[in-house]
């Protein structure tokens, strides 16, 4: 199949490549960007472990092809936090709270975590947990990583975090 040029901004940076276009998202990301924190679980839109923010909303990377994400700003887990500066509140809250055991749904779970709270800044845990329908965990069973969410959001919300609610 003929390769199709595609360019996209991913964590800030621009980014150019010729794609196959039948070549999805999430395998463009972790197979040509090498950015391999945004994980495959299913393949097939159910478990969440491939979630990214694609123009500032979360989106299952495996659902679409690369091509439908040209001129796109995409930001995956690893465009969360510059190399070797803090992680971000979210993903520290959810090592506080023990909100995951072998990690596999994690970075999923935290792009997940950081659409809720841009829709609701303070969440309920009722919209914490509908707002993680959509993003499956086979060892924690939830409760932890409800915790975490509604921790990271607090943390989001004091004073020194306000540019953490925007996309890079
Ligand atoms: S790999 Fe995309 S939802 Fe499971
Ligand atoms: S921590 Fe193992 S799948 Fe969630």
Do not use: W
Request: some cysteine; proline content about 6%; aromatic content about 2%.
């Amino acid at each position: 199949m003929t390769a199709v040029p595609l360019s996209m901004v991913v964590n800030g940076k621009p980014v150019t490549a010729e794609v196959e276009p039948r070549t999805l998202l999430v395998a463009f990301i972790r197979e040509h960007l090498r950015l391999t924190g945004t994980h495959i679980g299913c393949d097939t839109a159910q478990c969440g472990a491939c979630t990214i923010h694609m123009n500032g909303q979360a989106i299952k990377s495996c659902s679409i092809v690369a091509l439908q994400a040209a001129d796109a700003e995409i930001l995956t887990i690893e465009g969360l936090s510059a190399e070797g500066a803090p992680l971000h509140p979210m993903q520290q809250a959810f090592s506080k709270h023990h909100a995951l055991q072998c990690g596999y749904c994690t970075p999923g779970m935290v792009m997940t975590a950081l659409d809720i709270v841009k829709e609701y800044p303070a969440p309920t845990r009722e919209e914490v947990a509908h707002g993680l329908h959509g993003n499956l965990c086979r060892c924690t069973g939830y409760r932890n990583i409800i915790d975490a969410v509604m921790s990271g959001a607090k943390a989001m919300s004091e004073p020194g975090h306000e540019s953490m609610n925007k996309e890079p």
